[in-house]
């Protein structure tokens, strides 16, 4: 068990080293972006410097907390060392030097291209080559989550497995199906470029290739989340969750339903059919459904908890709860972000609404308020509820733990509310410099200041983050708890094998993306649509004789 939790313990490390410079990328952005003065205040630095932090935060950061993530559970809750540890470090070493590539190449100037890095925007080898080790590399991280989950259940016939390793399997699998559609684009239109066997890129086939992983990745971010949701808070709060059952179906339709909705970023596209795009705009609809149930579920797994404790009448369970822990604290500060941010999505799906604020500043403010605040504060959570149990040394300071929780989300809050005005009222994303002296901007000038405050008071939480987990991981070794996962109040002892498995349901999945993306994608191949790729510094790659 402790190479198992050597491997949790690296991979946390790595998230949050790379998570602490990402934050202050992020609000030096903001104050470049405002009225205000700003240091080193350079276009070629902003744009670099959002590829940078999109990279990190969107890649590196939840990579590899999931990884490190999973490998706690995959112990803990199987009550045994990770099978193919030797393969985990492999993977480790190849995400590690995936990340340094990429990370060398945007800081050398070479890849100023988003995260997204849409043709015809053009970067470095070095840049697109390493992300494609950091997700390539992930998929032996897949495969050790399958097999650890299969093992078991070979040495165990008949059992169900435990509801945290089926959760951790499903988002396995749900990162192999997101991951495809980058993979695909890195090796069948970008990597070619950037090694000169050819001299254009079709954007369109990149960008619908990248509509795969672009929605779901977002999910992938999430599970984790909901992974404590429904295995550790129920557990913290004292008391039971209300139902495995509805957990298992919640991981299995969040597989179902993440994967095959990506085109609905496209909707400004033309080379995406209206037809297709409605599809995929009502399938996106159903992702709201696990999401409801969660909310649900553990609104009813915490009120068995509070009642438990005491708590009568009507709402007095909510008070009876245990607000002192820090993982209690964080649920019921990511649920408020989850339903503003969840409302914002809704927008974003909805045809008629989507025009009215595509590539406004209301598309950073909600994915910032999802992945940033319901993701990343319950990322948090997890962290101090697994870093006794994985160190031997108690969390240092619950009360600045609730501080630096608390931070974050006014800093979020702070931040990303004005930007979902300022979007509304035309506000531009992916614009480093504005001109505040024009009447027409006049009116955001408060809202973009605000979310500089926010974005400050985001870095102050993140130093606070670091401080606690590094006083605890100095701090003196004592007997911990072993990690305690929440029972279900009726606990399955046989579970049929759609719920206790993933063949059958990675099989209706190939059929709705051959579905939804099999002629969205067949149709490039038969379409002249390649366009010259654009350089780091704008110019535009030619062939030869074209120059």
Not at 133 to 160: C, E, F, H, T
């Amino acid at each position: 068990m402790h190479n198992s939790r050597r491997l949790a313990l690296f991979h946390y490390w790595v998230a949050f080293a790379v998570f602490l410079p990402a934050v202050f990328l992020g609000a030096w952005q903001m104050l470049v972006r405002s009225p205000l003065p700003a240091p080193l205040a350079d276009g070629d630095l902003y744009y670099a410097s959002v590829t940078l932090h999109g990279t990190a935060m969107a890649y590196v950061v939840t990579t590899f907390f999931a990884m490190g993530f999973g490998y706690a559970v995959t112990a803990t809750s199987l009550g045994r060392p990770v099978r193919g540890a030797v393969w985990a470090w492999i993977c480790f070493v190849i995400c590690l030097v995936g990340t340094l590539m990429a990370v060398a190449a945007i800081v050398s100037g070479q890849a100023s291209v988003l995260y997204t890095f849409y043709p015809p925007l053009f970067g470095s080898v070095w840049y697109y080559s390493g992300a494609f080790l950091l997700i390539g590399g992930s998929m032996i991280w897949v495969a050790l989550m399958v097999y650890n989950m299969v093992a078991w259940k070979r040495d165990n016939p008949g059992q169900a497995v435990p509801l945290p390793m089926f959760a951790t399997t499903a988002t396995a699998l749900l990162w192999a199906w997101a991951a495809s559609g980058v993979e695909l684009e890195l090796i069948g239109v970008v990597l070619p470029r950037a090694i000169g066997l050819t001299t254009e890129m079709d954007a369109g086939l990149a960008r619908t290739l990248f509509s795969v992983t672009l929605h779901a990745i977002v999910y992938f971010w999430l599970m984790p989340a909901y992974i404590a949701f429904y295995t550790l808070v129920p557990e913290v709060a004292g008391g039971r969750l209300y139902s495995d059952t509805m957990g298992r179906l919640t991981f299995i339709m969040f597989l179902l339903f993440s994967i095959p909705v990506g085109v609905h970023h496209l909707f400004a596209d033309p080379e995406v059919g209206l037809g297709f795009k409605y599809v995929q705009s009502f399938l996106t609809f159903l992702v709201a459904l696990p999401t409801l149930l969660t909310v649900f579920s553990i609104c009813a797994s915490l009120e068995i908890a509070g009642r438990h404790r005491g708590g009568r009448g009507l709402l007095g369970w909510i008070a009876a709860l245990p607000w002192s822990e820090p993982m209690m604290l964080a649920v019921g500060l990511s649920l408020f972000m989850l339903g503003f941010g969840g409302f914002g999505g809704l927008v974003n799906m909805s045809y008629g609404m989507n025009m009215m604020i595509h590539n406004t500043a209301w598309i950073p403010a909600h994915f910032h308020l999802i992945f940033a605040g319901t993701v990343v504060i319950m990322y948090f959570a997890i962290a101090y509820e697994m870093w006794p149990r994985i160190t031997g040394k108690p969390l240092r300071s619950k009360r600045l733990a609730r501080w630096q929780l608390w931070l974050w989300f006014i800093g979020m809050i702070v931040t990303t509310f004005p930007w979902h005005v300022a979007g509304l009222m035309g506000q531009p994303r992916r614009v480093a410099f504005f001109d505040y002296t024009d009447p027409l901007l006049q009116p955001i000038v408060p809202l973009v200041i605000a979310s500089v405050i926010g974005g400050a008071i985001l870095a102050t939480s993140a130093v606070l983050l670091i401080v606690v987990l590094v006083r605890s991981q100095l701090g003196e070794k004592a007997l911990s708890a072993p990690l305690q996962y929440a029972l279900a109040v009726h606990p399955p002892s046989r579970l049929p094998k759609a719920l206790n498995g993933f063949a059958i349901w990675n099989t209706v999945l190939l059929v709705f993306m051959i579905g939804t993306y099999g002629y969205p994608v067949a149709q490039f191949f038969f379409l002249k649509s390649s366009v010259p790729t654009y350089g780091v510094m704008g110019q535009a790659s030619l062939p030869e004789g074209l120059r």
